[in-house]
């Protein structure tokens, strides 16, 4: 069954570091959709992506935030520079179309970003 | 004014028996919903969508949608163990955003 992939699974940093997370989105998904959780808090909408622009972003998502498709497969958030409150699982999700069945989010496993 | 609310429980049901759970949203939001199984420290997982009011089937879990009370809810028949964990209730917004309630946490026991 296709799954969305994500990598790292654990990614550790230092404050005001960069990092990139990456995900594999399901191959004939045209949606893309970046996601956190903080450690006991509800999933959060960062940001959805379509036809390699950004359809929509939340007030989370700032200047330090930035999402690319680098190629065919690929789909990836990168933050420049880390906060302690950037730690957070980051899932990232797609979705074939947004309307009827096709705006069915799967989610990856999820990266947990731990910045010290 | 929050768009999806849950209550965080725990709510506790014997083995075997039917798990009911509850969402309401504003009105601010999409009428697409769905419902998520999150296990601790893992991503949620789809188990039900509903577009329209009314009832849907599928297995053990049937999803309820009501429209005019802005009310969603999730049924669970037969109970596992295997079922304990937290239900995110979210509804698709904007581009299709999903905007999540908090979660029920579900704790069935034997």
């Known amino acids: 069954e296709p799954e969305v992939t994500q990598t790292p699974s654990h990614q550790v940093t230092q404050m005001g570091q960069e990092v990139i997370l990456r995900c594999v989105p399901i191959?004939?998904?045209?949606?893309f959709y970046w996601y956190r959780q903080i450690l006991g808090q509800k999933v959060e909408f960062l940001v959805s992506?379509?036809?390699?622009?950004?359809?929509?972003k939340s007030e989370i998502f700032d200047d330090q935030f930035s999402v690319e498709r680098p190629d065919g497969s690929n789909f990836t958030l990168k933050i420049r520079s880390t906060k302690l409150e950037d730690s957070a699982m980051y899932f990232c999700a797609s979705s074939a179309g947004t309307s009827g069945r096709r705006n069915i989010q799967y989610f990856g496993a999820g990266t947990r970003l731990s910045v010290l | 004014q929050k768009e999806v609310e849950q209550n965080s429980g725990p709510l506790s049901v014997p083995e075997g028996a039917i798990a009911s759970l509850n969402c309401t949203y504003s009105?601010?939001?999409?009428?697409?919903f769905f419902w998520y199984r999150q296990y601790s420290g893992k991503s949620p997982e789809l188990i039900m969508s509903?577009?329209?009011?009314g009832d849907k089937e599928d297995g053990r879990f049937t999803a309820q949608l009501n429209k005019a009370s802005q009310y969603v809810s999730l049924l669970i028949r037969d109970s596992q163990p295997s079922d304990s964990a937290t239900y995110l209730c979210?509804?698709?917004?904007?581009?299709?955003?999903?905007?999540f309630g908090a979660g029920t946490r579900l704790a069935v026991h034997p």
């Open positions: 979210a509804a698709s917004g904007g581009y299709n955003k999903l905007i």
């Open positions: 009105d601010r939001v999409s009428q697409s």
């Open positions: 191959s004939n998904h045209l949606y």
């Open positions: 992506f379509y036809n390699n622009e950004i359809s929509e």
């Open positions: 509903i577009y329209s009011n």
